[in-house]
Nanobody, 127 residues
């Protein structure tokens, strides 16, 4: 059973950058497809980006395409989210999630498809 810990959140001005990390332990990291989700106050949790087990497939929400880049390092049991050109509407609690899967190149978009979640890291973008 994998445990996930996010880090790297903070306060940044609009147009700035942050890099989030998600460290995994207690499982075989390469067995999991991974995702990032976010939840702003008063809103539903929403999909941000996902990556396949082998790192070869990624997908992004339209709202972050061209600004956010997701990657993973299976040797370090860590996933990353590089966020550039941040906007105030990116302000949210960001969660990483993991799904055990036999499919090496599949990405998953729905929060219900993930069985493991971190506690979240806050990202606040000021205007």
């Amino acid at each position: 059973q994998v445990q996930l810990v996010e880090s790297g959140g903070g306060l940044v001005q609009a147009g700035g950058s942050l890099r989030l990390s998600c460290a995994a332990s207690g499982g075989t990291f390469s067995s999991y497809a991974m995702g990032w989700f976010r939840q702003a106050p008063g809103k539903e949790r929403e999909f941000v980006t996902a990556i396949s087990r082998n790192g070869g497939s990624t997908d992004y929400a339209d709202s972050v395409k061209g600004r956010f880049t997701m990657s993973r390092d299976n040797a370090k049991n860590t996933m990353y989210l590089q966020m550039n050109s941040l906007k105030p509407e990116d302000t949210a609690l960001y969660y990483c999630a993991a799904r055990s899967t036999i499919f090496s190149a599949t990405v998953y978009h729905a929060s219900g498809q993930y069985g493991y979640w971190g506690q979240g890291t806050q990202v606040t973008v000021s205007s």
